[in-house]
């Protein structure tokens, strides 16, 4: 008898970030200071979750930075997003928007070697610099369609994407968890890559099936310092 694979849940966060103004009038030594401490909260949970960090400045007005974090532990995932406001310039971000999904590993049995944290499967998030993130709402005709005639729809989209280099897509279902469906986040080493496909799979049978998609963000990945100091 073939064993059945064990699967194993990833809860992410997505989180949107807008900085107040009256960080920006702050004398540059009490900036510099609340920097560094924000810097150090941040980075003192890196070691036991995923993190990426992305710039959205200037590209929306509603957000600045977009924290994209992973645990296999919900509490501990909540414990630290929720610090994100609680020391140094963190005190001066309000939350723009935020999402929360959960990612299944189809085999939760990999051998350690082949993991990050002990718990993520390695080379599957946060490879490329841009970022195409959005919610999806999907209509209640989808669920009414068979497994068969969904896989069938998902398989076309990732034909789709297959024929395009460095683009990679993950899907984190939300159903229960938070107002969406699923959240998509499609990655991409090129910008003219991920516009091309975009485009492509908004073309797809699939989109009939999708009553929302907004808002839709474009994220450039950064490290935290350098989006600290363009922001501030």
Request: aromatic share 12%; charged share 30%; glycine share 4%.
């Amino acid at each position: 008898m073939e064993k059945t694979k064990k699967t194993a849940e990833i809860f992410s966060s997505f989180m949107f970030v807008k900085l107040q103004p009256e960080f920006r009038r702050l004398i540059s030594n009490e900036k510099i200071t609340a920097k560094q401490e924000f810097e150090n909260m941040v980075g003192s949970a890196q070691e036991k979750l995923f993190l990426r960090t992305y710039m959205v400045s200037g590209l929306r007005s509603d957000s600045d930075i977009l924290f994209w974090r992973m645990s296999d532990d919900l509490p501990y995932l909540q414990e630290v997003c929720a610090r994100t406001f609680s020391s140094g310039a963190g005190r001066y971000f309000i939350p723009s928007y935020t999402y929360l999904g959960v990612y299944q590993v189809q085999d939760a049995g990999l051998p350690k070697k082949d993991l990050d944290f002990g718990f993520l499967p390695k080379d599957t998030f946060g490879r490329f610099r841009y970022l195409l993130f959005h919610p999806v709402v999907k209509t209640h005709a989808w669920y009414e369609l068979s497994d068969e005639e969904r896989a069938k729809l998902m398989a076309d989209r990732t034909q789709v994407l297959s024929r395009y280099r460095d683009i990679q897509e993950n899907f984190f279902m939300s159903y229960g968890l938070d107002e969406p469906d699923m959240i998509v986040a499609r990655e991409a080493r090129a910008l003219d890559d991920l516009t091309a496909a975009t485009q492509e799979l908004r073309q797809q049978r699939i989109k009939s099936y999708t009553c929302g998609d907004k808002p839709v963000f474009l994220c450039l990945g950064r490290d935290l310092r350098e989006i600290m100091d363009a922001i501030s």
